[in-house]
């Protein structure tokens, strides 16, 4: 059964950096696809970013360019998504999504909500000074 499970969100100041887990279990993390998403009170879900397992393609959303950066270490069964809060917009619940696949992906495809077949519960984050 996969499971994801995302850990260490938090009240975090505006320029403060916190990195985010997701640890996978009862899958091989090296057969998957990794992105993170993330929803704001009232807003719809958004792609965040999201690791190829083929060849370590990354995307983020424009947003987050040179701020948020996205690893697998798949030994570990663990992705992060290493974040520096600049924004209180960066607020929202943070959750990891995973699906098979083998391939070359694209950013359209990491975009997709309905793309991903498995997701995580989700952890907060809250940028505020």
């Known amino acids: 059964q996969v499971q994801l499970v995302e850990s260490g969100g938090g009240l975090v100041q505006p320029g403060g950096s916190l990195r985010l887990s997701c640890a996978a279990s009862?899958?091989?993390?090296?057969?998957?696809?990794i992105g993170w998403f993330r929803q704001a009170p009232g807003k719809e879900r958004e792609a965040v970013s999201c690791?190829?397992?083929?060849?370590?393609?990354?995307y983020y959303t424009d947003s987050v360019k040179g701020r948020f950066a996205i690893s697998r270490h798949n030994t570990k069964n663990t992705v992060y998504l290493q974040m520096i809060t600049r924004k209180p917009e960066d607020t929202a619940v943070y959750y990891c999504a995973a699906i098979k696949f083998r391939g070359k992906i694209t950013q359209a495809m990491c975009a997709l909500g309905s793309w991903w077949n498995n997701w995580g519960q989700g952890t907060q984050v809250t940028v505020s000074s």
């Open positions: 690791i190829s397992n083929s060849d370590g393609s990354t």
């Open positions: 009862g899958f091989t993390l090296g057969d998957y696809v």
